[in-house]
């Protein structure tokens, strides 16, 4: 069974300092893991993607995450946060590998930024 | 912009209307999803189409019906509705199809429904 768990609901840092938002994962096959930003009153928007190549992945707005399998683990980075940071993360799994895409979201974490 | 559209953004009803919720997605995408977004159940799978066909149900009420029309535009029917079925619902759209490697979702901007 695939589940996600994001270890804080609320995150906050003063500007200029990095991020990390963490998220551990539960699969039973190789998964694709994602992490979404969600503005206030908007929709999701996709950061970045892990797909089984690069452990490292690259995403918008100068995040990125690391896949680490002996860990379960896919923390979301920043080096510098920005006050345009400031949103809900989600930490998405995915499981391709039955006939229907089956998609868990984490609980999400508040990321706030201190001017 | 995320290329999907969802009508109407703003819905206000009472307690056992029905109402009907629309989703384009994005051109060439065959797959659209459903998800409710509440304060209490955060953001949930409610169901997927894929090409006109259910593929997967998540945390669906028996109330809760959709489709996906020939032309790809998706409807999700919320009937004999209550109080706590004010969210936000939002559509997703991807590629996805059977042998996709992963699944990379695009949502709309939501509609939220209020129900008084």
């Not at chain 1, 400031?86 to 201190?114: N, P, Q, W």
Request: with cysteine.
């Amino acid at each position: 069974a695939q589940s996600v768990t994001q270890l804080d609901s609320h995150v906050s840092v003063s500007e200029g300092t990095p991020v990390l938002l963490r998220c551990n994962y539960s699969s039973s096959y190789s998964p694709s893991l994602f992490w979404y930003v969600q503005h206030p009153n908007k929709g999701l928007q996709l950061l970045l993607k892990y797909t089984s190549a690069a452990t490292l992945v690259k995403g918008i707005n100068g995040f990125e995450a690391e896949f680490k399998k002996s860990e379960t683990s896919f923390h979301l980075t920043k080096p510098s946060a920005h006050m345009s940071d400031a949103a809900e993360y989600f930490c998405v799994v995915s499981d391709m590998r039955s006939s229907a895409s089956k998609i868990i979201f984490g609980s999400g974490t508040r990321l706030s930024i201190r001017p | 912009d995320s290329g999907v559209t969802q009508t109407p953004k703003h819905l206000i009803t009472a307690t056992g209307q029905r109402v009907t919720l629309r989703c384009s997605p994005r051109s060439g995408d065959l797959s659209v999803y459903w998800y409710q977004q509440s304060l209490d159940q955060g953001l949930q799978f409610l169901i997927q189409y894929y090409n006109g066909e259910e593929r997967a149900k998540g945390n669906i009420l028996e109330r809760f019906s959709a489709q996906q029309f020939p032309d790809l535009h998706s409807e999700l029917n919320l009937s004999s509705l209550e109080l706590g079925d004010s969210a936000l619902y939002f559509c997703a759209s991807s590629s996805w199809s059977s042998g996709t490697s992963y699944n990379e979702q695009f949502f709309g901007p939501g509609t939220r429904l209020t129900v008084l």
